[in-house]
């Protein structure tokens, strides 16, 4: 099997030309970036199926050995599709990102900034002598109420009335 050196060069430059895109901040270098690591599938996908042939047309004349294999063709077809779907949806999005912060790029976010450092804040430790509920003091009342009442099971009240009913 006899791969195109040129094919092979021009899908390494788009997959590495896609990655570095993919990882800047503004959105529309992210879509540009999936563009390109789309069209690099592509050429991929061109690469491994095999050596070019005829196209798989039957006249009775042409011998089936030199037939095309059409799958790979059909998986590049679909993943065209599928890369213009994608493609559509994210530029939605990103339409909708500028139109509402009237910019294109992302924001660096504290907590992703500290997590990414690993300087992030100690988790808060409640002390023993504060409460620990929302309801504080009236908690505490509320429970010393409950405490006071008779609290019998049900089914021990079920058998005591049905023995006031019996004598």
């Known amino acids: 099997m006899t791969v195109s050196l040129a094919l092979l060069?021009?899908?390494?430059?788009?997959?590495?030309?896609?990655?570095?895109?993919l990882l800047e901040k503004?959105?529309?270098?992210?879509?540009?970036?999936?563009?390109?690591?789309?069209?690099a599938t592509n050429i991929?996908?061109?690469?491994?199926s095999?050596?070019?042939?005829?196209?798989?047309?039957?006249?009775?004349e042409t011998d089936?050995?030199?037939?095309?294999?059409?799958?790979?063709?059909?998986?590049i077809l679909t993943a065209i599709v599928i890369t213009f779907a994608v493609?559509?949806?994210?530029?939605?999005?990103?339409?909708?990102?500028?139109?509402?912060?009237?910019e294109d790029a992302l924001t660096v976010d504290p907590d992703d900034v500290a997590?990414?450092?690993?300087?992030?804040?100690?988790p808060e430790m409640p002390d023993a002598d504060e409460d620990d509920t929302e309801f504080g003091v009236r908690a505490d009342a509320a429970v010393?109420?409950?405490?006071d009442l008779d609290v019998r099971p049900r089914a021990m009240e079920d058998e005591a009335n049905e023995e006031g009913k019996r004598s």
């Open 9 to 21: 060069i021009t899908m390494a430059v788009l997959y590495a030309c896609g990655v570095y895109l």
């Open 26 to 39: 503004s959105m529309t270098r992210v879509i540009l970036g999936f563009l390109l690591i789309g069209n």
């Open 44 to 48: 991929l996908l061109l690469i491994v």
């Open 50 to 60: 095999g050596p070019s042939g005829t196209a798989p047309i039957v006249d009775g």
């Open 64 to 75: 089936p050995a030199t037939f095309a294999d059409p799958l790979p063709q059909a998986l």
């Open 87 to 102: 493609s559509a949806f994210l530029m939605a999005l990103v339409y909708r990102s500028w139109r509402l912060a009237k």
């Open 115 to 122: 997590l990414r450092t690993r300087l992030a804040q100690e």
């Open 144 to 147: 010393a109420g409950a405490t």
